[in-house]
Structures are given as structure tokens and as C-alpha cells.
């Protein structure tokens, strides 16, 4: 509704101005003829002042505003050789119409101009000092008028069409973040769960015990799964290492691939933690989907002020001899790693990845707690977020 108020408003003062110029033309008392064709040169310089007020009114005669601003020189000074006095509102307008038409360097200069025209017109007229100087200020307050006003409708349409934009990537932003939310928490429960329904099905036959404590896993890593995505439908996805360490040990123990695990980092605050458990998910995900494990190795050490994570396996090559970030790699389907480093860098750490020259290859964390603890959110923030999208995604959660 703004950018249309502002439209009327300033149509409503174009009009204003117009009516004025038709009560000066029947001061005269003009013949019916002459009014008639007044009237018809006054409709046409009102539409001419309408487009350039508004160059999106016809949008093929808004890219030639120059040729408009020409056209209506010519209808405000020829008419004169008629009319006379009677024409002497129109240079007001053409004054406003220079000022939104020319570049600033000359726009000034040409509405000074026009202003130093219309007092050379009135003395051409027979009007005296008196007449004129009122007159001047007249055409002064109309150009600065329709100037303002004209600018002030472009500026509400330009807020709102930047507010628009700006929605638009708020929205595309959160679908970012839920896309990787999901893509995080629900890549390594899905993937046990279709591990462990190949091992069962493979088991089917003779180990009955065996498939049905896999069936037991499958159902608890479903219910983890469940709850997951309730969790991000909510906003809430707090993690915990020392609980993600313990379900890596189960899945790698029931895929017989020997796992040893060196964690001492202790207490760590809530977004270093749910970040570190996030890595260790997806890394898990990576190398269940990727790789052929016989040995993995999960490390988390505390050193002074700095946690150092790894997660290292032997089931690739050793093609690749050096650790190497890959948040910037482009179509090499490292899109979790690179969803796991935009989110160590949002609170200050580093994240590497690449093969060991003894054939192993390690997902490598490296964080500064004071750097990270200045960035903690208290309490009280919430994370930005449609709050509707994130109830009805709750709601569906629950259904």
C-alpha cells in the first residue's frame, strides 16, 4: 500500500497544479476554441509530467525520459506565443521535471535556468516587478514540490522492493540451514539403519539372537532418527559428544571394524559440543557410505585453550598425503564436509580433511575456546528463523 499512496499523492498534487493552470486560463475569458485547445495541451503536458514522475507508468516511454523532458519544454515556452499569462503555471512543473530527468551535474544549472525563463516571459507578458516576484517563487515551490515528491514515491517503491529482496533471502537462507541441519544429524542414522538392515537380512537364516539384537538397533537408531528431526523442526538440535562417541562405538563394534577412541576433553560449552558431535556424525556417514574401514581411530584431546577432534580411518589409499581444507571444493561431492566446515568457522575453528601418507584418512577439528566462548550465545537468543515454519514443522513431527 505504501509505494501506491505515495503514487496517489503525488498524482493528486500533478492534478492540483493542472487545475490551477485551468483557472488561469479562464481568467482571460478565452474563446471557446481556445479553451478547447488549452485544455488539450494541458491533458498532454499533465501525462508527460506523469511519465517522468513515474517512468514505470509505460515502461517503453520511461527508458527515453530525455525525449519526454523535450516534449514538455516545448508545450510549457511555445503556448506562451497564445496564451501569455495564462501559461504561466506550466514552467513549475518543467522545472520539477529537470531535476529528475538531467544528471545532477546539470540539473541544477537547467532549473535555474528555467526559473530565470519564466521571469524574462513575464516581463515579455507586461507583468510588473510585483507580479513577477510572486510568479518566481510560485514556479520555485512547484519544481521542488513535484521534484521531492516524485523522488519520495521512488524511494517508499525501492524500501519495499529491497524488503521484498531481503525476505526472499531469509527464506532462502533457513532453507540452507534446515537442508544442512537434516543433512547432518539424519545422514549417519540413516545410513546405520540401512547397514543394519543388510547385516540382519544377511543373518536371517541361521543367527536368530544376532538378527534380533540388530533389529533392536535398528529400531533404537530410528527412534534417534525420529527424535532428530523433531529436534530441527523445533530450532533445538543441542548435540552431545561423549553420547555420539558411545553410538560410533556400537555401529563400528557391529560391523566388526576395530575402533579406538581417545577422549579427554571434558566438559565443553554447548555449541563447540553440538558442533563436535555434528562432525562426528557426518565423518561417520562419510566413511560407513565411502569407504571399506577395518580401523577407525576417534580422538578429541584438550590442550590449553584449544580442542583438537580427529576422526581417522584406513579404508582409503594413500593418494593423498596432506590434510587440506575443503569448504571451497566445488563438485567433488564433499558437500557434508563442506556443511561441517562453514560450521566449525562459525564459531572460530578450522576444519581439514585428506588422506595420510600411512594410506589413513583423517577429518581433523581445530578450535580455540576463547574465540568460541566469545561468540556463545546467551540464554535468552534464539536462533533466527520463521518461528510459524518451525511450529508447523513441529506439529508435523508430532502427527
Request: hydrophobic fraction near 45%.
Amino acid at each position: 500500500m505504501a509505494p501506491r499512496l505515495a503514487m496517489a499523492i503525488t498524482t493528486v498534487v500533478l492534478c492540483a497544479f493542472c487545475f490551477v493552470a485551468v483557472t488561469y486560463e479562464l481568467s482571460t475569458d478565452p474563446a471557446l476554441g481556445t479553451f478547447t485547445a488549452a485544455m488539450v495541451l494541458l491533458v498532454v503536458v499533465f501525462l508527460v509530467q506523469l511519465q517522468i514522475s513515474f517512468p514505470r507508468f509505460v515502461p517503453v516511454l520511461g527508458r527515453h525520459r530525455l525525449v519526454l523532458l523535450l516534449v514538455q519544454s516545448l508545450l510549457t515556452y511555445v503556448p506562451f506565443l497564445f496564451y501569455g499569462q495564462a501559461w504561466l503555471p506550466l514552467p513549475g512543473l518543467l522545472a520539477g521535471s529537470t531535476l529528475l530527468v538531467l544528471p545532477y551535474v546539470v540539473a541544477w544549472p537547467a532549473f535555474g535556468l528555467v526559473l530565470v525563463s519564466t521571469d524574462v516571459l513575464q516581463f515579455f507578458v507586461g507583468l510588473g516587478w510585483r507580479d513577477v516576484s510572486y510568479t518566481t517563487v510560485s514556479t520555485l515551490l512547484t519544481g521542488l514540490v513535484v521534484f521531492g515528491l516524485s523522488r519520495l514515491t521512488d524511494m517508499v517503491t525501492e524500501v519495499h522492493r529491497s524488503r521484498a529482496d531481503l525476505a526472499r533471502l531469509a527464506v532462502d537462507q533457513e532453507r540452507l540451514r534446515f537442508a544442512r541441519d537434516l543433512h547432518d544429524l539424519l545422514g549417519y542414522s540413516l545410513s546405520t539403519i540401512t547397514l543394519k538392515c543388510e547385516l540382519a537380512y544377511r543373518l536371517l537364516p541361521g543367527q536368530a539372537g544376532r538378527v534380533q539384537e540388530e533389529l533392536t538397533e535398528i529400531l533404537r537408531t530410528s527412534r534417534q532418527a525420529l527424535s532428530d528431526v523433531r529436534a530441527v523442526a523445533s530450532g533445538y538440535r543441542d548435540m552431545n559428544l561423549a553420547a555420539e562417541v558411545s553410538d560410533a562405538e556400537s555401529v563400528l563394534d557391529a560391523l566388526d571394524i576395530t575402533t579406538v577412541t581417545h577422549v579427554t576433553c571434558g566438559t565443553l560449552p554447548r555449541q563447540v559440543d553440538t558442533t563436535l558431535a555434528t562432525v562426528l556424525r557426518e565423518g561417520m556417514t562419510n566413511m560407513l557410505r565411502h569407504s571399506k574401514a577395518a580401523r577407525c581411530e576417534i580422538t578429541a584431546l584438550h590442550r590449553d585453550r584449544t580442542i583438537v577432534f580427529r576422526l581417522a580411518n584406513d579404508g582409503v589409499d594413500g593418494a593423498r598425503t596432506h590434510l587440506r581444507p575443503l569448504a571451497g571444493e566445488e563438485g567433488n561431492g564433499n558437500s557434508g564436509i563442506r556443511n561441517l566446515a562453514t560450521r566449525v568457522e562459525a564459531i572460530g575453528g578450522t576444519l581439514t580433511a585428506g588422506g595420510r601418507s600411512d594410506g589413513w584418512f583423517a577429518l581433523e577439528v581445530v578450535l580455540d575456546l576463547a574465540d568460541t566462548q566469545a561468540q556463545e550465545p546467551g540464554p535468552e537468543e534464539v536462533e533466527a528463523g520463521d518461528p510459524r515454519l518451525e511450529r508447523v514443522g513441529a506439529d508435523a513431527m508430532e502427527g
